[in-house]
């Protein structure tokens, strides 16, 4: 591949910044990273970027030639650079770097007419090199699911329904602009765990004892985020409600307001601010399919994909016998064959893709014809037309025609939706009253029991010396907590006694 750039593309009319630069610019910023002199070019920028955090932004290729030195004692793989002047004026083409001309260095005219350029990472040309360190410096810790993430988010909500409500301007814009960054933020660590999942599961297949590395991490990771998520998720829609009813419309114009985007419209800061104000909404507020009840369900079907694949490697480690035992034992037998012919038997054997399969389709009911009839005088047996002309038994037909029953749909969300409320309110009377000294009703029993279920799963496997834990749903916390003798919870079902524990229910 050539270093040579290609023809300058036209520049949008009107246009200038980052605007001028059109899809074929922005495309051509990434040569550098499949030029034939990449590493070359990718030690430069790194140089520039280096000088850049110095706070030296304008470099002439003697300073760039500085800095690639000094980057040379940590890395010595930047001393691999040749002659930088020809990989600067190759940058510059592409634009990745602006180059100027700096008059104030001509010492003399010599000096003038070779022209002493200076070059800095134009806009673009800086996002494009961070994009290729991002992939580079992609790694499997980057993959999580952060839980620490949801009491900011609930602080932020409430902060901005209350900055609304006084109608504070800047608050407002620094709250929405915040909660849009976390929400970002959540998305592409989300995207990039269940990647990592998927990656983890292909490998499986030929690597267990990769997964057999992670798969407590995994568990312990995906328990804890879904009890936070459950925790925090009516909290969440509940701050999402009343920031919306501190004013819709009126908090989009303050963000809008205080925008300070020089070159975008007010029109375009209005829709913006609502575009992100929507997707706020789409993932916390308590709506159907919103996005923190599909981050619950996927990470649940993880978990379940997760303990599928722990069954699976158990399976075939206990058996000593796997896909890849089988394929290796296979290929044994097909080398230690002496002929062809062996061969060729050993493959019928083992696919039986050679015999006419047609011939050996017994009847549906065996015992209307005698064994000893011959086939001449028996019936004959009706077999598909894929199975006579090509040999392989007739596909499964595709599921049928899902018949939806909407008012069906409607009556079971309704009752879903009554008895999260249901469960709600039981576990907001056992934060306010407590679990002692009184009988719980029904939906506070179920309330409890959840609870406790959450709490006692999770103090079971990480450490001995664990002597207490709690367990959240339902936006409420059960810790458990060691006490003297026991305690008892009266219920309607009847009397809970725990031994050297006592229950304490928080918001």
Known sequence: MSDEPDAPQAVVEGAFGIDAFSLDDRLRLFHFAAAEKRHEYLWLLRAFDRGRANYQVL????????LLERLTADHPAAGAVGDVQPLLDALADWRILDRSYDGTRAANLAEYRNRHYVYQFTQAGYRAYRAVEDVLGAR??????????????LGDLRALAEANTAGDAEEVYRKLGRLDSVLNEMAQRAARFYLMLGDLARTNDTRPEVFLAHKDTLLAHMREFTAELGRYAPLLAEAVEKAAASGVERMIEYAAEADERLFRSPADRLADWRHRWDGIVHWFAEREHGEAERLQDATVTAIRSVLALLRRVTEARRGGVSRESQLRHLAQWFTSCESDEDAHAL????????APRH???????????????????AEPVELARTLVQSGRTPALHGPGRIERNDAQRARLRAEQLKEQAERRSAANALVSDGVYGRRLDEPETRALLALLDVALAARVPASRSVTAASGSAHGVRLTLTPAEGSTTVDTVRGRLHLDGLRLEVTA
């Open 59 to 66: 470099l002439h290729a003697s300073d760039a030639v500085g």
């Open 140 to 153: 499997l810790e980057d993959a999580q699911l952060s839980r620490l993430v949801f009491p900011d988010i």
């Open 347 to 354: 493959f019928q054997a083992v696919f039986g893709l050679g």
């Open 359 to 377: 011939i050996a389709v017994p009847y549906a009911d065996p015992e209307q014809i005698p064994a000893r009839t011959s086939w001449w005088d």
